[in-house]
């Protein structure tokens, strides 16, 4: 399996982007990049907590979904407990595409 990470500093990119999700998890076999101050490298996927808000939708859906698609993040998911959604999205060609099944957690099932 590998390790997940709650509020912890992401680095990626030599610095060029540096960001806190909600929680990240990455792969066993890559773990060697989390260091005790943050993680220094791509996680394998990022979990981030939805809030409502205008502000907080380009926050997610545009503005941090483009960098973590850039940087190479597998699979990018929000989590919305007001609404009780979950929506999965997985890295293709370099871009998101909301799916149904997790490629990294494929008999994984939530409920909120």
């Known amino acids: 399996m590998g390790t997940v990470l709650h509020r912890t500093l992401v ?9 806190v999700p ?10 060697g990049f989390i260091q005790p101050d943050a993680i220094h490298g791509v996680p394998d996927m990022v979990v981030e907590v ?19 698609a850039n940087c190479g993040v597998r699979e990018y998911w929000i989590v ?3 609404d009780r959604f979950i929506r999965k999205y997985a890295l293709s060609s370099g871009a998101y595409r909301e799916v149904q099944e997790s490629d990294l957690f494929p008999n994984l099932r ?3």
């Open 11 to 19: 680095i990626l990119k030599n610095k060029e982007f540096v960001l």
């Open 22 to 31: 909600d929680n990240a998890y990455v792969e066993n076999e890559r773990v």
């Open 50 to 68: 939805w809030i409502p808000s205008l502000s907080n939708y380009e926050r997610l859906m545009v503005n941090k979904m483009e960098i973590y």
């Open 80 to 82: 919305d407990p007001f």
């Open 110 to 112: 939530l409920s909120l």
